[in-house]
């Protein structure tokens, strides 16, 4: 993903230098908005790249986890600056619905078609890994939204080009930010959960519970824990009665790879108690 990040980053930092130069060029502001909105992706890249990267430093003695939660922060932040931007865009759209003024639509749509092409590509690049990772997610999200945004700039300056109708790119502009904030407000759902220690969405904890409850010679679960690493690994920690204990590194190895097989859980610690009738004071429902 690292050089997906640096094509990404290259492309939309040049990209947002040729839109200002026409955006003056033109009188348009449709196409000064579009390059905030760009540049506040670029920014969103950066930080989710830069979290990528954290994620691979090793634990230190303060940090035992190193540094991935970094990965959960920039999803959160990405969802964040592209909800900012969306506001610019509702802004500037409300007031050219007020104001019209009259643009060089040639110029326009030659450099936002230039967009859809840039900002396609780039989101190409993020697409196979957008399934697995929250932050790919997110920097997928910013690329796709700028390509529909552009070409949506494309279709307006078209057809104020034919009819002369001024108020159709600034409707076109609001929406696109309706349909853009449906798409971010689930990034922004999962990544608050993420940074709030929720378990990922995908996994389903009675279930886990279930599973682990099933595990042979198992006589109860509690102080079951499961939550975000980064936005690609998760953890879980559990307390396990289980009376009959005689295979216990066995037990451990089966039910660590049984959890990574059917819940993806990687960083499983389980805690043998062979008492039963012992007081654990983590084993009462409402305890942490």
Not at 107 to 113: D, E, P
Not at 136 to 159: P, Y
Not at 187 to 215: H, Q
Request: charged residues 15%; hydrophobic residues 55%.
């Amino acid at each position: 993903m690292g050089a997906a990040f640096a094509v990404g980053v290259t492309l939309n930092t040049g990209f947002v230098a040729v839109e200002v130069v026409a955006g003056f060029l033109s009188h348009s502001m449709a196409l000064l908005a579009d390059a905030g909105h760009n540049l506040s992706d670029v920014l969103a890249l950066l930080m989710a790249w830069g979290a990528t990267i954290l994620a691979k430093r090793a634990p230190s003695g303060r940090r035992t986890y190193g540094l991935r939660k970094g990965t959960v922060l920039a999803s959160l932040g990405n969802a964040v600056f592209l909800l900012l931007a969306i506001g610019g865009i509702v802004s500037e759209s409300i007031h050219r619905l007020t104001l019209p003024s009259a643009i060089d639509t040639r110029t326009v749509m030659i450099t936002a078609g230039l967009g859809v092409a840039i900002n396609t590509m780039t989101a190409l690049f993020f697409m196979r890994g957008s399934q697995d990772d929250l932050n790919v997610r997110g920097a997928f999200l910013h690329m796709a939204s700028d390509a529909v945004v552009s070409l949506a700039v494309v279709v307006g300056a078209g057809i104020i080009a034919l009819t002369g109708l001024q108020w159709i790119d600034p409707v076109l502009s609001l929406g696109i930010a309706v349909v853009i904030v449906l798409g971010t407000w689930g990034l922004l759902r999962d990544s608050v959960n993420l940074a709030l220690d929720g378990a990922p969405r995908e996994i389903d904890v009675a279930e886990v519970r279930a599973y682990l409850a099933a595990l042979p010679g198992v006589a109860e679960i509690h102080d079951l824990h499961v939550w975000a690493m980064s936005t690609t690994e998760t953890a879980l920690t559990a307390h396990v009665i289980r009376p009959a204990n005689d295979d216990g590194d066995r037990f451990l190895h089966a039910a660590c790879e049984g959890l990574a097989h059917r819940f993806n859980i990687g960083h499983c610690t389980l805690q043998v108690e062979t008492e039963a009738d012992s007081a654990c004071h983590l084993a009462p429902a409402g305890v942490v």
